[in-house]
């Protein structure tokens, strides 16, 4: 069983930082890419920024320049940097990862979420 745990969400202040991290754990073989997407009220979950096993990095434009996804291959965890965060970045942040663990092929793994909320 693999599991990716969160943590680092709160409440700040607009213009503030908060820096997110998602660890996993359990039987794992291998990590291709890990993403953060984010879900707030009464909308779709979107994809926020990715990086691949090979480095690769890529984000979805509201968030460029502000914030900076990276990853530490012998930790299994991978970081979301937030700055300026604005009121309009408030949401529910989850991690995702595409893993192979030792019985099964690549799959998708989810954490739980972690809630940012941003004051204005």
């Known amino acids: 069983q693999v599991q990716l745990v969160e943590s680092g969400g709160g409440l700040v202040q607009a213009g503030g930082s908060l820096r997110l991290s998602c660890a996993a754990s359990?039987?794992?073989?291998?990590?291709?890419?890990m993403n953060w997407y984010r879900q707030a009220p009464g909308k779709q979950r979107e994809l926020v920024a990715l990086?691949?096993?090979?480095?690769?990095?890529s984000y979805t434009e509201p968030v460029k320049g502000r914030f900076t996804i990276s990853r530490d291959n012998a930790k299994n965890t991978v970081y979301l940097q937030m700055n300026s965060l604005k009121p309009e970045d408030t949401a529910v942040y989850y991690c995702?990862?595409?893993?192979?663990?030792?019985?099964?092929?690549?799959?998708?793994?989810w954490g739980q979420g972690t809630q940012v909320t941003v004051s204005s």
């Open positions: 995702n990862a595409i893993i192979t663990d030792q019985v099964m092929g690549p799959r998708p793994w």
């Open positions: 359990g039987r794992i073989f291998s990590i291709n890419v």
């Open positions: 990086i691949t096993s090979g480095g690769r990095i």
